[in-house]
Every structure is written in structure tokens, then in C-alpha cells.
DNA sequence: CGACGTATTGACTCGGCTCAAAACCTGTGG
DNA sequence: CCACAGGTTTTGAGCCGAGTCAATACGTCG
């Protein structure tokens, strides 16, 4: 199953990290440095890589599997905030909130990544000018990225998240009739939609019903991604091909 | 009414400026820069500062009133992702986002502001690290408060967020009762708070029973913060005194 | 005083949550 | 290859919070 590794399980720290855009035109003897200061791990499911309010000592870059973002309750609730991937990085953001992760982090299957000390990017970022302005990128799309989610949450109905869901899933050069894989669980994605399961399983239905797609298991096919995004984008302030960034 | 202009009234761009967190350790040649490149302004209620997806030609720092940023949908809906006063800046994200607005700002008040060319900030970021670093931690803050935001639309029902809203009012100092007043119309709150002004209305009826606070038109005594924090932010991953930073 | 905008209340609907039960997968061991 | 155990997903019934639409009350300014 994770068939993903495999492009991976060859690369070396070097390589993995000069593909991010947080090192796009740093000096290679910059990224060597945080590439000899980091090590892979591959970690099982479940796997807690911070919890928030901890110090940060790492950040991590993934190389394959999915993290979920959280924010835990005082009465026990969760708050999903993000669920990232291969190439995003995660725990980055710590050293500018005097080095306290503001959100937790954890594993929902097999997850390798590359971990790095916090410490060489907090004295970096002070230094270097292009890795401080990387991030100031990365932390703009990120923004952007919340904007959007607040804005789906205050006016797109369950059916209609989900959907914005799926759209953001499809490749813009895909011909129809599109043929999708849920790249999670479903309760995780309606956790990630601030939904319950059983909600979303209702409004998955309703989803088919209005837009025709259909559902196999985690297979989607969309047989229109018109009458798809015309049922999802009427409520939003973007419309279809909007750019799903990081 | 417009008392709290007459402390910025007679303060020269350059004073005004100067206290931003953006130039802290700023050359004064620098902000001197901007000082000569910007001009003050005041519009009435209802003045469109900008609209999403407008070109960015400016940016603003506020010194008095409110504005309200938001995103309106294809169907004409409307979703107020923040409200903003004196000391804030808005729009200089865009330089961040291909000179774009992500997101429309409109006054909801008389409001006084000072305007600023985008293309000079943009082309002080590319070459001053201190400024870069300032905007890449004032940028981090904007980002913890929306996660908070995301967190609060998912796990507080109307009554808490009203709460919430109220508690980050609070001075810390205060001692009880502590009174103060809502700082615009209660329209405007609900959506600020991602609900409509009747559920706002209700809402804010159950608070008053469940909490003891009183409200008198804008006005509003809190007996106890403990009473109203246990009942807020129980649902929240955050205690108290969440000091509500920017 | 009247007029306008803002705020509240009432009656009703509907979307999403809760709790509980059934159906469906997937992997394991006999 | 089948049976069973575990987790995940779906379905059902009932409830409750928030939205809608419409009417009334309140406040402020002319």
C-alpha cells in the first residue's frame, strides 16, 4: 500500500529539501546545512509529532502519508485545522510565536519526513534574507488558504464543502468524465470539513443526487465538473479553477 | 462622536508610522520614505477601500474608525472575515499575492487612514530584511488569530462566540464589574461572528441568562469574568486570557 | 412629532447533531 | 476459502440550534 514511499525512499535530505520553495534560490551551502542537521523517520499511524502550547524543537518536512492539524478543547472536542501531505511543512510556523506551536500534529497512517531542528531556521531566517522572504510567501498562500476555509465555513452547506473538496482535488487538465481517489478517511474528511460523519455521509448523498457524480468505496467520478462546480461555487466567492496553493 | 480621531488628529504620517510593529528598528530614512509617499485621508461610512481580486495600488493604516474586510460570493452572499481599527494596516498582503486583494475592505464609520503606495513597500520588503521580518511576524499573528477563528466557527455555538468576542474586550487590568461597550452595531458583530443578527440577538439572550452579564443598548456590564470564561471557553483550546494579539 | 435605521420577538422550517443500530470492509487465523 | 473481529461507514429516529420571513419595538435625528 504505501506505494507512495517508493519515489521517495531514494532521495536524500539534500534533494528533499532543495525542492521546497522555502529554499528556492538559497545558497547550497545553506540548504547542506540544514540537510546535514536532518534526519528521515518513518513514523506508524496515530504518531503525536507535537501537541499545542509544546516548544518547538523540529519542523518537519513530509515526504509521504498524511498529518492532521488539531486543536484539542478544554471539554474534549477537536477542531481539525489542516490535513497536509508530501512536500508541505509543518511545525515552520512555531519559531515566529516565541517558538510555542500554536496547533497540534498528528499521524493518520504510515507517515515518513525529514525532521529538522527549529533552532537552524530561527537563526537562519534572521540572517538570510531570501529564506525570510520564502516564508513570507508560503505564509501569505497560507493565509489565503484560511481565508478561504473561514470563508466555507460561514456560507457553503455540508454538501457544498464537500464538493469544494472534490473540485480541489481535480487536475485542472483532467477530461471528464473525471475518476478521483479519496486521499483519506471519510470521517477524516468531514472532520477537516467541521462536519460529523454521519453528517457527511448524508450530505455525500445529497451531493450525488444533485450533481451526478457517483461513489464507489473512495472512488469519485464526476461526470461533469459544470454541474459540479456551478452546484458549489454559487456560494462561494471563487470561482472553479481557484487555485488550491502549497 | 468621532472623539477618538482628535488623538490622531494632529499626528504627522511620519509619528503615525513610526509606531507601527512594521518599522520597529527601522531606519527613520526608511519610514521617512513612506512618511513623504503617503498621505492622510478621512471618508464617511460606507467608502470601498478596495474590492477582492482589485489590483493593489495602495495599502492603509487606520487611525481611527472601523473596516470591515469581507468576501461576497457569486450569489450574492457575504462573509466578514475580519473588522479592523486604528493601529491596524490592511491591504499589504496584496504584494504578497501577485498585487491582488484577496478580500474586499469597506468603512463602516467615518474612518481616518493613512494611504500608502504598495509598489514602495514591495520594493522595501526585497531589499530590507528588518521590514521583512516585521511583516513575517506581524503576518504569523494574522495567521494564529484565524486559525482561532476557524477553531471557534467549528466548536462554539452562537451564545460562546458572543462571549468570546465580549472576554477579548476585556482589558486584563479591569476589575470587576468590568463594563464596556461594543465597539460597532450588532449587526455588524453577528457577522463578524459568522451568524445573522436575529441568531445574534437570541444568542445574546441566553448569554445574559446563563452568565449574569447585563446589556444595555452598546453597553455591557460583566459581574464575573469567571462565570463568562468557564461558559466560553470551555469549548475553546484556549483558556482565558487568550491575549488577542495585532 | 414623524421617519428612518437598528434591534428584538414570534412562528416556522430546515440543516446538522446525537444516540443507537445495522451494513460494510479489511485483515487475520483457522 | 471461510468465519470472525475490528474498524469504518451508512441508515434511522428524534432533537435542537440557527436561518427565514414578517411584524413589532426601540432610538436617534430631523
New binding site residues.
Partial sequence: ?PSVAAATIQMTPYEVLKELSLFAGTAETTVDAFAKASQFQTVPKGTVLFLQDDESEWFYVLTAGWVKLFRETVDG?EAVIDMVTRGHIIGDTAVLEDGVHSFGAATVEETTFLRVPSSLLKATIKENHEIALAMLTSMSKLRTRQTREIESL?L??????IGCFMLRLCQLSAVEPIHLT?P???????ARL?????????????LRSETNIT????NVEIPSIDILSHYVCSACSNEFPCSDLT
Same sequence: chains 1, 2.
Avoid at 215 to 218: E, L, Q, R
Fill in positions: 500500500m472536542n460561514t457553503q452547506n455540508a454538501s457544498q464543502r479519496l483519506y478517511d471519510k470521517s477524516l474528511i468531514a467541521g462536519m460529523k460523519s454521519e453528517t457527511f455521509s448524508r450530505a455525500l448523498n445529497k461513489i464507489k468505496g473512495a
